[in-house]
């Protein structure tokens, strides 16, 4: 059974910075495709950032410079560093797995992030 564990959202004011991580269990970690998504209110799911299991990352151009993705196959997590947060980056945020021919996805129960003075 395939489960991806998201912790450390919270309430932060605008400036700050929180660090999200997702565990994940029942796969083979280090091969796959790591990301985080995000949907705020009214609004759809959008892709934040990705990092494959050789390392390459891409991040959406809204979080460049303020956003780090970094994974450790070791303990098979995933994490996202996010500092001079804003407003806008209000979300459930979701971490997301997936399988290198890309036919097997998986997503977790999403945290929640709520930048807020």
């Known amino acids: 059974q395939v489960q991806l564990v998201e912790s450390g959202g919270g309430l932060v004011q605008p400036g700050g910075s929180l660090r999200l991580s997702c565990a994940a269990s029942?796969?083979?970690?280090?091969?796959?495709?790591m990301g985080w998504h995000r949907q705020a209110p009214g609004k759809e799911r959008e892709l934040v950032t990705v990092?494959?299991?050789?390392?390459?990352?891409n991040y959406v151009d809204s979080v460049k410079g303020r956003f780090t993705i970094s994974r450790d196959n070791a303990k098979s997590t995933v994490y996202l560093q996010m500092n001079s947060l804003k407003p806008e980056d209000t979300a459930v945020y979701y971490c997301n797995a997936v399988s290198t021919d890309g036919s097997r996805r998986y997503w977790g129960q999403g945290t929640q992030v709520t930048v807020s003075s």
């Open positions: 990092i494959t299991g050789t390392g390459i990352i």
């Open positions: 029942g796969v083979t970690f280090s091969s796959y495709t």
